[in-house]
């Protein structure tokens, strides 16, 4: 149920920009908007998913410093 229904929904038009592009699946919003955006980059810069994988490797090795 919407809470306010005197505005439009601020994740509307990025949600419709996504399911243009990429379609939406029957999944988590979020995962799938992270995940384009990652395909996005890719398409533009050409990233590799290797270049992910490094990224995650160096993310999770930081995390382990933290209490």
Same mark, same amino acid.
């Given at each position: @149920? /919407?809470?306010?229904?005197?505005?439009? &929904?601020? @994740?509307?038009?990025?949600?419709?920009?996504?399911?243009?592009?990429?379609? /939406?699946?029957? =999944?988590? /919003?979020?995962?799938? @908007?992270?995940?384009? =955006?990652? /395909?996005?980059? @890719?398409?533009?810069?050409?990233?590799?998913?290797?270049?992910?994988?490094?990224?995650?490797?160096? &993310?999770?090795?930081?995390?382990? &410093? &933290?209490?």
């Amino acid at each position: @149920m /919407l809470q306010y229904t005197d505005r439009t &929904n601020p @994740m509307d038009k990025h949600v419709e920009v996504v399911a243009n592009k990429y379609g /939406l699946e029957a =999944a988590p /919003l979020a995962p799938q @908007m992270f995940g384009r =955006a990652g /395909l996005e980059h @890719m398409e533009k810069y050409g990233t590799k998913p290797e270049h992910f994988a490094k990224i995650a490797w160096k &993310n999770h090795k930081h995390s382990t &410093n &933290n209490p």
